[in-house]
Each structure stands twice: as C-alpha cells, then as structure tokens.
Nanobody, 126 residues
Framework: QLQLVESGGGLVQPGGSLRLSCTASGFTLDDYAIGWFRQAPGEERKGVSCISRTERKTVYADSVEGRFTISRDNAKNTVYPQMNRLEPEDTAVYYC???????????????????WGQGTRVTVSS
C-alpha cells in the first residue's frame, strides 16, 4: 500500500529554521515527483514547492522562493523541504504529495497530484 508520512513539524520562532521530512512506504520515491503543499486555517491548500521525477527540476511558490529548499535522499526514500527565515505567515499544516506522471517538470497545481500524506503542523510564533 502506497503511503506518505510527513514529520518534523512543530513550533519555531520567527526567523528560525525547520526541516520537514516526507518518507514513502510501499513504493520507491525515486519513481515519483514529490510536492509540498500547505493549508493555513480558513484557507485552501496551496502549493509550496515540488521536485520532478527524473530531471530533478524544482518549483517554488513566490512566497517561499529563496527561503525554502527541497531535496531528495533516495537512499532513505525521503524528501526534505528545508525551511529557513520562517515567518508567522508560514504557519500551516504541511502536506507532501507524490505523482508518477510529473516526469521532467512538476507543478504546484494541486489537482495534478495523486497521493497525499496526512500532514504535519508548523507554527511560527514568538
């Protein structure tokens, strides 16, 4: 059974850093594009970043460009978004998603993604 599990969320002060993890079970992460989305209270789920399946091309939302970096560790079957210079506006539940069809490029268009994790909460507050 294909499963994605996020971890690494928590409380962090503004300006701080956090690294989330998305670990796959039941499939090889290297065969999928991986995306990260977030949903703040009262808002829709929005794309944050993604990395394509084969070209390893990355896409970032304007709101996180220059602060977040997404990377893959195929040996651990895990994808990491490194989040730096966090702001209160980054507070949300973060979800990872996987899709096998986003081969050379990826997209932050939510309907394009087939598989989803359960989310991990990130709170940025002093």
């Amino acid at each position: 059974q294909l499963q994605l599990v996020e971890s690494g969320g928590g409380l962090v002060q503004p300006g701080g850093s956090l690294r989330l993890s998305c670990t796959a079970s039941g499939f090889t992460l290297d065969d999928y594009a991986i995306g990260w989305f977030r949903q703040a209270p009262g808002e829709e789920r929005k794309g944050v970043s993604c990395i394509s399946r084969t070209e390893r091309k990355t896409v970032y939302a304007d709101s996180v460009e220059g602060r977040f970096t997404i990377s893959r560790d195929n040996a651990k079957n895990t994808v990491y978004p490194q989040m730096n210079r966090l702001e209160p506006e980054d507070t949300a539940v973060y979800y990872c998603a996987a899709d096998p069809d986003l081969v050379r490029v990826c997209t932050l268009f939510r309907p394009a993604w087939d598989y989803w994790g359960q989310g991990t909460r990130v709170t940025v507050s002093s």
